[in-house]
């Protein structure tokens, strides 16, 4: 009989930790990533020829990144490494993988999906214009091509990333004008409780802000984002707000990091039929899971940001408790003790995770009250007043949107590039306001293959 | 329990029962439409768009001329633009043998006041540069074109119900029964509909209802295979299709004004009417990339950036059931639309509605007749070679 074949998608510190301990288990696993070098986000690696050392690109988290790449690199003969390729879809208990060009069918056993999160972002008005950057792109323009996205930058959203990616900025040179956050101080000290729930991580959030104040950058808290300005040509010239203290306030700059914590990476997931809950402590959707990261779809397993936003640290823990699990389904003998102890990580670190939304809260007025004119959709130029004219029913003389794929269907907001995973959480929030529901109701984007764009000229194996 | 009546319910609220339903307040009659889900949500809100005459059973021509003159003054009629463009339609062949059916479908759909033009390879090279260099020739239906899916349905019931009908969403109906003159239609809010005819235009769920009238026909749902690609500058204006006997090679396509490519066909995907899901299956999507590089060789710098599928009814003879009930007086219907019913969605509400009306109409639809599946031969050996001919790029 044939060994079982594991898959693992996305070679970040889930990824990676999940793969680890199904070597640990003398199984060879297929891992899938995206990228052209393992790491994932957080522990991106630089270019062959940069020489920047651990210290510099990842600064307190360089003993981590260096213990994640000193694994991967243990790992590489043990494993089945596709680098540079996009699963695209899953279907029929495959995974198709497309790579230079060619698609494959993976067909799987047990597959741990561990693709990671990217920016929620908020649109505000002008947020279309050249030089506006989510912070993760920020952050990846600066860690892997030691580049900043402008001269003079600005940071606004809200959540701990804003923080580390000002700090990393200020820290490598580049002026930093501002850092706008739309949470009010206040909003941190009624966490604490749930914060000191991992006191090491409460400490360096404490230690960003006061490098960014010794360094004299402006933070300014409890903001209401009210426009980018700018032109076609120059891109971003400015960024104006309303303070805390009604202040309206306009900072001069070429750039702007814009982002409000993360949102999971999950298509994948739904195109493996995963079943769905509304998390309402962050206000978005995220697919189910069991306390050992099984998902509803049997085989099926989600660890990491892609399935709860929990961090580098909670990716590695989840990454390792899915492989046991999914090693266990398969009746093959794991420790229980050290999945107990993995369980009883990540129920810590969900106790963190309940604090930073509640020190961070995602500010979701501020996306229900765009103005109308405002570009949601950037791949679509859809604006919030496109969004909101479709709603009402249809017997009672509105255009019929009562959620938020029927609001796609009539006025393409989502349906680009991105397949509305950067609008998509402010979409909602817009329409669920004006349909006078809790955005629970209005549901969420369907994720549709392919994940990402697919060129046409992809060929797919003999079958 | 609340109680409704009108003149007549439908049951359904796709293209044909939003159309039907906006017709037939035109002529004054009471109309509720009710569906369970969202109007146009399935097989009329996913398809491929195409308002496509050439290439129809040659019986279905004159149904589908009526609908052509709708669309013609559809954003007027219905006063919202459903993006209908009549930029012509190309339909190619590989072969000399397939253009020898172009040739003789050409000549006889010149009968049913469909003129097409048949275009060699060099005419259809200097007409089309875009093509790829299989196709040995075309032809083309210059008043044919394309229009927008997701919009159309959704249009006409709300001009139905601005025209006076009562349009009900998630309404799920549990019991239609014929109780002395009047239809009984029990909703899931229990809410009670009467009337004197019911339209059954429920789609790929229209056999659920026939059956519980004792008129079980064999349909099948299946999804259609839908993707659309990046968009790049409009240039790209007839609808391409091709015609073929190799399920995979029948493929289609349209740029829409906004610049997307939307592309479909070959083989069908599964679709569960009952979990309301339909999938793409990627060994289609793959096909299909091939497929649309051999019809233009151009598109293979895009990129696709969806897919998406729907519940679409299919019956054997690739013909839809559309008319009276052969056994219950007051009881019409007009669903299994085969996956070509959208350019027919218009001219089915209007031939509905005159049908209800005026107990008759103009144009012909005996061949769709729901009796032709009583008392059929459940081997259907013979069917597949007639349903050959009808198929359609």
């Known amino acids: 009989m044939a060994e079982d074949r594991i898959i693992i998608i996305g070679a970040g510190p889930a990824g990676i930790r999940a793969a680890e301990t199904v070597v640990a288990a003398g199984l060879r696993p297929i891992l899938i ?126 959540g701990p990333l804003l923080y580390l990616v000002a700090a990393q900025y200020a820290k490598a040179g580049a002026t930093v004008t501002a850092v706008l956050d739309t949470s009010r101080y206040g909003q941190r000290l009624q966490a604490l ?65 814009l982002g409000y914590h993360l949102r999971p990476e999950t298509q994948l997931a739904d195109l493996a039929r995963c079943a769905f809950h509304f998390d309402t402590v962050s206000r978005q959707w995220f697919p189910e899971i069991d306390a050992q990261c099984r998902s509803s779809v049997e085989g099926v397993y ?14 590695e823990a989840a990454g390792r408790l899915a492989a046991l699990a999914a090693l266990k389904d398969m009746g093959i003998i794991v420790s229980e003790p050290e999945m107990g102890r993995l369980t009883k990580i990540l129920k810590t670190m969900d106790a963190f995770r309940n604090g930073l939304a509640t020190a961070f809260p995602w500010p979701h007025a501020v996306a229900a009250n765009l103005s109308d004119d405002t570009i949601v959709c950037r791949c679509e130029a ?39 995973r950067y609008c998509g959480p402010a979409a909602s929030e817009i329409l669920a306001q004006r349909l006078g529901v809790p955005v629970e109701q209005v549901g969420r984007l369907r994720g549709q293959a392919p994940v990402k764009p697919l060129s046409i000229a992809t060929v797919g194996d003999a079958p | 329990m609340t109680q409704m009546s009108a003149d007549v319910i439908i049951v359904g609220g796709g293209f044909m029962g939003s159309a039907a339903a906006f017709f037939l307040r035109r002529r004054g009659r009471s109309v509720i439409l009710v569906e369970r889900g969202l109007v146009g949500q399935q097989a009329s809100g996913v398809n491929f768009g195409n308002v496509r005459r050439q290439g129809r059973f040659l019986p279905q021509l004159p149904l589908a001329n009526r609908s052509r003159k709708i669309w013609e003054k559809l954003n007027y009629l219905i006063g919202e633009d459903v993006e209908f463009l009549p930029t012509g339609h190309l339909r190619l062949c590989y072969s000399d043998e397939d253009f020898a059916v172009l040739e003789r479908y050409a000549a006889e759909a010149r009968h049913h006041d469909l003129d097409l033009e048949l275009l060699g390879k060099n005419a259809l090279r200097d007409r089309f540069p875009f093509v790829g260099p299989e196709a040995v020739a075309a ?73 519980q009238f004792g008129e079980e026909v064999p349909l099948v749902a299946r999804g259609p295979q839908m993707a659309v690609t990046e968009p790049v500058p409009y240039a790209l204006k007839p609808v391409v299709g091709v015609y ?28 569960y ?51 009276e009930s052969a056994k219950e007086s007051g009881l019409f219907y007009a669903f299994g639309f085969c996956g070509h019913g959208f350019q027919l969605g218009p001219g089915v509400g209007d031939v509905m509605a005159e049908l209800i009306d005026r107990g008759r109409t103009v144009t012909p639809i005996d061949p769709f007749t729901i009796g032709r599946f009583a008392n059929r031969d459940d081997s259907d050996a013979n069917a597949s070679s007639e349903t050959e001919t009808r198929r359609i790029a």
């Open chain 1, 302 to 315: 989600l660890a990491g940001d892609g399935s709860r936003t929990l961090g580098a640290d909670g990716a």
């Open chain 2, 273 to 323: 009417p009952d979990l309301r899901r339909s999938y793409v299956l990627p060994q289609h999507s793959l096909n299909q990339f091939q497929q649309v590089q051999r019809l233009v060789p151009a598109l293979k710098g895009l990129r696709t950036i969806r897919t998406w599928s729907g519940i679409e009814g299919y019956m054997p003879d690739d013909i839809p059931v559309m008319g």
């Open chain 1, 33 to 158: 990533d995206e990228e052209r070098r393992d790491g994932g986000q957080i522990y991106r690696r630089q270019p062959d020829c940069f020489k920047r050392t651990s210290q510099d690109l990842y600064g307190s988290e360089a003993a981590k990144a260096d213990a994640m790449h000193d694994c991967f690199e243990g790992l590489r003969s043990r494993i089945d490494y596709r680098p540079e390729s996009l699963a695209w879809n899953i279907s029929q208990g495959q995974v198709h993988v497309a790579r230079d060009g060619q698609s494959q069918a993976l067909a799987y056993d047990k597959l741990i999906i561990a693709t990671g999160a990217t920016d929620r972002v908020i649109p505000v008005k002008g947020w279309h214009r050249a030089g506006v950057f989510s912070l993760g792109g920020a952050q990846i323009a600066l860690k892997s091509q030691a580049c900043a996205i402008g001269a003079r930058t600005v940071f606004m959203g809200t």
């Open chain 2, 244 to 271: 073929s006997k190799v399920t995979e090679e029948v493929v289609y396509l349209r740029q829409v004004e906004r610049g997307n490519i939307v592309y479909g066909g070959g083989t069908r995907g599964p679709a």
């Open chain 1, 193 to 257: 409780p749930k914060l000191l729930s991992r006191p090491g991580m409460l400490i360096k959030g404490l230690q960003l802000t006061r490098d960014l104040k010794r360094r004299g950058v402006e933070i300014h808290y409890g903001v209401t984002p009210l426009e980018i300005a700018g032109d076609d040509v120059d891109g971003v010239q400015s960024v104006s707000v309303r303070l805390e203290t009604g202040e309206e306030r306009q900072f001069d700059c070429d750039a702007v990091g």
């Open chain 1, 382 to 420: 859809i604006t919030a007043g496109e969004i909101r004219a479709t709603c009402g029913e249809i017997g009672s003389g509105g255009i019929g949107a009562d959620e938020l794929n029927r609001a796609k269907a009539f006025s393409r907001v989502g349906m680009g590039r991105c397949q509305g």
């Open chain 2, 139 to 211: 032809s083309f239906s210059p008043k044919d074109g394309h229009a927008n899916p997701r919009l159309a349905a959704p249009a006409f019931a709300r001009a139905a119900g601005r025209a006076g009908a009562t349009i009900l969403e998630n309404t799920e109906i549990t019991a239609i029964e014929k109780i002395g003159e009047d239809f009984e239609v029990t909703s899931g809010n229990s809410s009670v509909l009467k009337a004197p005819s019911v339209l059954v235009t429920a789609g790929a769920w229209g056999g659920q209802l026939s059956k």
